[in-house]
Nanobody, 129 residues
Framework: QAQAVESGGGVVQPGGSLTLSCTSD????????IGWFRQAPGKEREGVLC????????YYAESAKGRFTFSRDNAKNTVYLHMNNLEPEDTAVYYC??????????????????????WGQGTQVTVSS
């Protein structure tokens, strides 16, 4: 049983779209803040977006604004990262992270150092023609 598991990665052409999923066998994600992060080769892990289960607010990194969105399906215990208009610079391993929330997470949840309870193992996204 996994705390958080990502899926949906793959190869996509520039300008294309991809949706990543994150689910858990052990945690009810409807009471967890979710962070999506990515790490490209030779670069530090960076935040893409994060979302609160308390106030449903979502914070976006500048690189994600206007192209990436977040959604939850509580019935499936799954959260999603919807990515549109992908660019080669979006190539990275994408991770979801979860944190049990007592109050709404602040924008600092975009930082990989925020203090998430659990991380997934990552899924590779490659944007290439």
């Amino acid at each position: 049983q996994a705390q958080a598991v990502e899926s949906g990665g793959g190869v996509v052409q520039p300008g294309g779209s991809l949706t990543l999923s994150c689910t858990s066998d052990r945690r009810s994600l409807d009471v967890y803040a979710i962070g999506w992060f990515r790490q490209a080769p030779g670069k530090e892990r960076e935040g893409v977006l994060c979302s609160s289960s308390v106030d449903m607010r979502t914070y976006y990194a500048e690189s994600a604004k206007g192209r990436f969105t977040f959604s939850r399906d509580n019935a499936k215990n799954t959260v999603y990262l919807h990515m549109n208009n992908l660019e080669p610079e979006d190539t990275a391993v994408y991770y979801c992270a979860i944190e049990a929330e007592d109050w709404a997470v602040p924008e600092a949840c975009l930082s990989p150092d925020y203090g998430y309870d659990y991380w997934g193992q990552g899924t590779q996204v490659t944007v290439s023609s």
